[in-house]
């Protein structure tokens, strides 16, 4: 059977989602170029012809792994005829580490080698600025609709991330010391203590 041909598009996308696998599955320093070639059943060639080296892929696959998950982010956020507690609640329940917000131990795996690669280190960090600032906004409406007492929503919003992100290196390196049930009791908390809420709030809305 003939192999179908692809869109520039449509082969940078699945040659990312298949870089992606190699990472999750190799870590960033044992992946190569031709492991991802290998995968798709091309060229190693056909792949550096599309990603010019092998930092420059890593970076994209990256970015292309938290496009989908900050898409969804956003939805669960923009919801204008739900409360801004209820709204964020369930977006810091489904980023944590026991939800199912990106692979944390992808996302390790490129923390960790965004400290020698520096095409890496500013596609890491813009994610991670457009996650706070998701956060950020969803806080601030709710202070602008009297539902939280917050005179910073941007301070806020690194906390809230630190800790999940700080659970997520503890859960997924030490193979789960706490159960999901503790966690989430203690991301409640953050929230309860972050926003100067009443803890029914966090499902009742109000």
């Known amino acids: 059977m003939a192999r179908v041909r692809l869109s520039v598009e449509e082969r940078r996308a699945e040659i990312l989602r298949v870089a992606v696998e190699q990472i999750e599955a190799r ?10 070639a290998s995968a798709l059943g091309v060229s190693s060639s056909l792949v550096l012809y599309h990603f010019s080296t092998k930092e420059l892929l890593v970076a994209e696959a990256f970015a292309h792994a938290a496009e989908g998950d900050l898409a969804h982010l956003r939805r669960l956020l923009d919801k204008p005829r739900t409360s801004a507690v209820l709204r964020l609640r369930s977006a810091v329940r489904w980023y944590a580490p026991t939800g199912q ?31 706070k600032a998701a956060i950020a906004d969803v806080v601030a409406q709710g202070v602008a609709a009297g539902e939280f007492v917050c005179d910073r929503p941007e301070d806020v919003a690194w906390r809230l991330t630190a800790l999940l992100d700080g659970l997520a290196v503890q859960m997924t390196s030490y193979k789960g010391p706490l159960s999901r049930a503790t966690m989430l009791e203690w991301v409640d908390d953050a929230l309860v203590a972050e926003l100067g809420i009443d803890r029914e709030a966090l499902t009742t809305g109000r």
């Open 101 to 131: 917000a990106k692979g944390w131990r992808l996302w390790i795996e490129g923390w960790a080698a965004a400290l020698r690669e520096p095409a890496l280190r500013k596609v890491a960090h813009d994610l991670d600025q457009q996650w």
């Open 27 to 36: 870590g960033v320093s044992g992946v190569r170029i031709a492991d991802v």
